[in-house]
């Protein structure tokens, strides 16, 4: 075996070695060069571009190549001490390299690069090549590799349009809260309705978390602030909050029914725009929104107690959406005492910052009557979309992750599914059988086939392939299709 070794080891050299055994030969020397005029005179023939120059090669008693280097008066084994050179690019040196990355199980680039070398091979570029070992490793992704990411799209035209406020809108559900009704403690839930273009919310409370409660929140929404075109939300069971029962929120409401009601009241229909489930950070114009509304709320419970009911939780809805709706835009001249009044949303809703105090000045009842005051709020109107598009549009240009385009998920990759309630090593297996295009040709959404195990009756068991619809940022690429 040891014979056969040495064999595979030379035919490997002579391949990518031809012009330093050449020089080494030409020298009759069966150990490491001693004398300073041979190694002047192979360090002047050999090349300074070679991959050996710097290892002071020599040629053994089998005429294999070793590493020379520094540590030739140590006690050590042959191997150790000048180990054999190999090549980076060669089936023989990734048979090896593999064979001891399996040996240390699986472990990181320092111990299989130790494990190498301690078992007597110099691997030019070993740290690149063990590295790109663990890239392929199936068991190295499984246990250490990073989820997908893609290059962060562009934004949708529902956030670039100056059209009046929540015509392009954003919900989600969030809670529950606890009130007080006699002696009795019930839920409620918090629906928020965010406007995508002035970045604006309302809130409404639900009293659970059925299709008929969500009807009566988006009528109340929709007698205030009017008809809505575009209504994203999530189908997923990423909720802020991820309290146990309101896992399946969404997946619970009759979105067809919610449908035939609006049109049955001859309202503008509505329609839903539903992110890929488990895909939070596609709705994060209105996740953000829903973290604002929750320190205020905490502020407010602090102060108030935590004995509510129906009336007071309304009011505190309608407390937080005041103040988040007085926030700044834009934070360039806030500190700034000769720029102008920062820009909120209230500017647009309410022709106020906020809404607490009155307006200043004495205001007579002519003024309702003013034929120019429509002029008044067009300017108005005009003025905070003048604004809207110099102040707050420059800043969403860049982007501040995910900037680079990555390699596109291909149908037939094998990928591990993100489940951030099982420990790693349960995370389900599937195969891509679609990839979804967006329009900058990357891809940020698949549909996976996964396999699932059910008993029958008879307690036999069954197997059977389900699709899923998945981001890529939940998923860990396992095989590539070739």
Request: net charge positive; glycine share 4%.
């Given at each position: 075996?040891?014979?056969?070794?040495?064999?595979?080891?030379?035919?490997?050299?002579?391949?990518?070695?031809?012009?330093?055994?050449?020089?080494?030969?030409?020298?009759?020397?069966?150990?490491?060069?001693?004398?300073?005029?041979?190694?002047?005179?192979?360090?002047?023939?050999?090349?300074?571009?070679?991959?050996?120059?710097?290892?002071?090669?020599?040629?053994?008693?089998?005429?294999?190549?070793?590493?020379?280097?520094?540590?030739?008066?140590?006690?050590?084994?042959?191997?150790?001490?000048?180990?054999?050179?190999?090549?980076?690019?060669?089936?023989?040196?990734?048979?090896?390299?593999?064979?001891?990355?399996?040996k240390s199980f699986h472990q990181g680039r320092g111990i299989t690069t130790n494990t190498?070398r301690s078992h007597g091979y110099w691997i030019i570029g070993c740290s690149s090549a063990?590295?790109?070992?663990?890239?392929?490793?199936?068991?190295?992704?499984?246990?250490?590799?990073?989820?997908?990411?893609?290059?962060?799209?562009?934004?949708?035209?529902?956030?670039?349009?100056?059209?009046?406020?929540?015509?392009?809108?954003?919900?989600?559900?969030?809670?529950?809260?606890?009130?007080?009704?006699?002696?009795?403690?019930?839920?409620?839930?918090?629906?928020?309705?965010?406007?995508?273009?002035?970045?604006?919310?309302?809130?409404?409370?639900?009293?659970?978390?059925?299709?008929?409660?969500?009807?009566?929140?988006?009528?109340?929404?929709?007698?205030?602030?009017?008809?809505?075109?575009?209504?994203?939300?999530?189908?997923?069971?990423?909720?802020?909050?991820?309290?146990?029962?309101?896992?399946?929120?969404?997946?619970?409401?009759?979105?067809?029914?919610?449908?035939?009601?609006?049109?049955?009241?001859?309202?503008?229909?509505?329609?839903?725009?539903?992110?890929?489930?488990?895909?939070?950070?596609?709705?994060?114009?209105?996740?953000?929104?829903?973290?604002?509304?929750?320190?205020?709320?905490?502020?407010?419970?602090?102060?108030?107690?935590?004995?509510?009911?129906?009336?007071?939780?309304?009011?505190?809805?309608?407390?937080?959406?005041?103040?988040?709706?007085?926030?700044?835009?834009?934070?360039?001249?806030?500190?700034?005492?000769?720029?102008?009044?920062?820009?909120?949303?209230?500017?647009?809703?309410?022709?106020?910052?906020?809404?607490?105090?009155?307006?200043?000045?004495?205001?007579?009842?002519?003024?309702?009557?003013?034929?120019?005051?429509?002029?008044?709020?067009?300017?108005?109107?005009?003025?905070?979309?003048?604004?809207?598009?110099?102040?707050?549009?420059?800043?969403?240009?860049?982007?501040?992750?995910?900037?680079?385009?990555?390699?596109?998920?291909?149908?037939?990759?094998?990928?591990?599914?993100?489940?951030?309630?099982?420990?790693?090593?349960?995370?389900?297996?599937?195969?891509?059988?679609?990839?979804?295009?967006?329009?900058?040709?990357?891809?940020?959404?698949?549909?996976?086939?996964?396999?699932?195990?059910?008993?029958?009756?008879?307690?036999?068991?069954?197997?059977?392939?389900?699709?899923?619809?998945?981001?890529?940022?939940?998923?860990?690429?396992?095989?590539?299709?070739?």
């Open positions: 075996m040891r014979q056969a070794e040495l064999e595979i080891v030379k035919r490997v050299q002579d391949t990518f070695f031809k012009e330093e055994l050449l020089i080494l030969r030409s020298f009759d020397s069966e150990g490491p060069f001693e004398a300073n005029d041979s190694v002047k005179v192979r360090n002047n023939t050999m090349k300074k571009k070679s991959s050996l120059y710097k290892l002071d090669p020599f040629l053994d008693q089998d005429g294999i190549i070793r590493v020379g280097g520094r540590i030739r008066r140590a006690d050590l084994s042959i191997d150790l001490k000048h180990p054999i050179i190999l090549p980076r690019h060669s089936h023989v040196t990734e048979l090896i390299m593999r064979y001891f990355h399996e190498i063990v590295s790109n070992l663990l890239f392929k490793c199936v068991t190295c992704r499984k246990l250490r590799s990073q989820t997908q990411v893609q290059k962060m799209a562009d934004l949708p035209v529902d956030r670039l349009e100056t059209v009046p406020p929540f015509t392009y809108c954003g919900v989600d559900l969030f809670g529950p809260w606890l009130i007080k009704e006699g002696r009795k403690e019930l839920k409620r839930y918090g629906v928020l309705f965010t406007c995508l273009s002035s970045r604006s919310i309302h809130i409404e409370t639900a009293n659970s978390l059925d299709t008929s409660s969500f009807i009566n929140a988006l009528r109340r929404f929709v007698s205030i602030r009017g008809p809505v075109r575009h209504l994203r939300c999530d189908q997923g069971t990423n909720f802020v909050g991820a309290e146990g029962e309101f896992t399946k929120a969404m997946s619970e409401l009759d979105f067809d029914r919610i449908r035939q009601y609006l049109l049955e009241q001859n309202c503008d229909f509505v329609q839903f725009k539903m992110n890929v489930p488990s895909a939070s950070h596609m709705g994060g114009v209105w996740e953000r929104q829903i973290r604002s509304v929750r320190n205020i709320l905490s502020t407010l419970l602090c102060q108030l107690g935590t004995q509510l009911d129906d009336e007071s939780l309304r009011t505190l809805m309608s407390e937080a959406t005041a103040i988040v709706n007085s926030r700044p835009l834009t934070l360039e001249n806030l500190n700034d005492p000769l720029s102008v009044e920062p820009l909120t949303p209230n500017h647009l809703l309410t022709m106020k910052s906020k809404v607490f105090l009155p307006p200043p000045g004495n205001f007579m009842k002519n003024d309702v009557y003013s034929r120019k005051r429509w002029r008044r709020v067009q300017f108005l109107a005009n003025e905070f979309w003048s604004r809207w598009r110099k102040e707050f549009l420059s800043n969403i240009q860049s982007r501040q992750k995910w900037i680079a385009p990555k390699r596109n998920l291909s149908v037939g990759d094998i990928v591990m599914i993100k489940d951030d309630s099982l420990v790693r090593n349960m995370w389900r297996l599937g195969r891509i059988c679609k990839t979804f295009i967006d329009d900058d040709n990357l891809a940020r959404k698949v549909r996976l086939a996964v396999g699932s195990t059910n008993l029958d009756r008879r307690g036999v068991r069954k197997s059977k392939l389900t699709e899923l619809e998945r981001p890529i940022h939940k998923l860990v690429l396992l095989q590539e299709t070739e």
